[in-house]
Nanobody, 127 residues
């Protein structure tokens, strides 16, 4: 089992920055891929970014490319999502996710590919 705990959410003005953290515990050695998803009110959960645990290979949704950066610190068992140039449409609950499988580009946006989820962190961007 893997436990994920997000932190770092909050309220920020448009154009500002926030950094989310996701601390993993438990059977960390089994993690192959970690990702970030978000869900705005009344909308479906959507893919934001993913990173492979061993090689730090990253991939982003088009909506955040160039503004968000996913990274990981293996020593701290933590994955980060640095969010810059935030927009009101980035407002959502952000979820950290993990899986024991290497998620391919073809399927990485599917929430069903991920086995473990954090409780979510609220990010609110005011205009």
């Amino acid at each position: 089992q893997v436990q994920l705990v997000e932190s770092g959410g909050g309220l920020v003005q448009a154009g500002g920055s926030l950094r989310l953290s996701c601390a993993a515990s438990g059977s960390i050695f089994s993690i192959a891929t970690m990702g970030w998803f978000r869900q705005a009110p009344g909308k479906e959960r959507e893919f934001v970014a993913r990173i492979t645990w061993s090689s730090s290979n990253t991939y982003y949704a088009d909506s955040v490319k160039g503004r968000f950066t996913i990274s990981r610190d293996n020593a701290k068992n933590t994955v980060y999502l640095q969010m810059n140039s935030l927009k009101p449409e980035d407002t959502a609950v952000y979820y950290c996710a993990a899986t024991r499988h290497l998620v391919t580009i073809a399927t990485m946006a599917l929430s069903s590919e991920y086995e473990y989820w954090g409780q979510g962190a609220q990010v609110t961007v005011s205009s």
